[in-house]
Nanobody, 123 residues
C-alpha cells in the first residue's frame, strides 16, 4: 500500500510559476513510477507528466512540454512538478499518482492516487 499526498497548489498570475510536491509513503514507495494528472470540472482527468522509477525517464503531455518539469528526490520519497510560464488553461485540480506497471499516460495505469491540489492561473 502506498499513500500519496500532494501540496503546493495555489493562485498565480499567467506567466508565473508554481512547484507542486507529492509525498509518497509506504514500504515500497520508492519502487513506484510517479505521475501527475489534472482535471477540470466536466472533463476527464488528463495526463500531465510521468517519471519512471527504473530508468528515470520523464514523459510529458504536449501541452506542457518545455514549461513543466517532473523530478524526484528518492531520499525524501517526493516527486515535484515545477510549472513555469503558466497559462489560464493550466487551471485544474492536479493529482499525483503511483504505479508499478501499466501505461504511464493513462489513468488506468496508476494504482494509488492523492486527493489533489488546486492550481488556478489568472489572466
Amino acid at each position: 500500500q502506498v499513500q500519496v499526498v500532494e501540496s503546493g497548489g495555489g493562485l498565480v498570475q499567467a506567466g508565473g510559476s508554481l512547484r507542486l510536491s507529492c509525498a509518497a509513503s509506504g514500504r515500497t514507495a520508492r519502487n513506484y513510477g510517479m505521475g501527475w494528472f489534472r482535471q477540470v470540472p466536466g472533463k476527464e482527468r488528463e495526463f500531465v507528466a510521468s517519471l519512471s522509477w527504473s530508468s528515470g525517464s520523464a514523459y510529458y503531455a504536449d501541452s506542457v512540454k518545455g514549461r513543466f518539469t517532473i523530478s524526484r528526490d528518492n531520499a525524501k520519497n517526493t516527486v515535484y512538478l515545477q510549472m513555469n510560464s503558466l497559462k489560464p488553461e493550466d487551471t485544474a485540480l492536479y493529482y499525483c499518482a503511483a504505479r508499478i506497471t501499466g501505461s504511464y499516460d493513462l489513468v488506468s495505469g496508476y494504482s494509488y492516487w492523492g486527493q489533489g491540489t488546486q492550481v488556478t492561473v489568472s489572466s
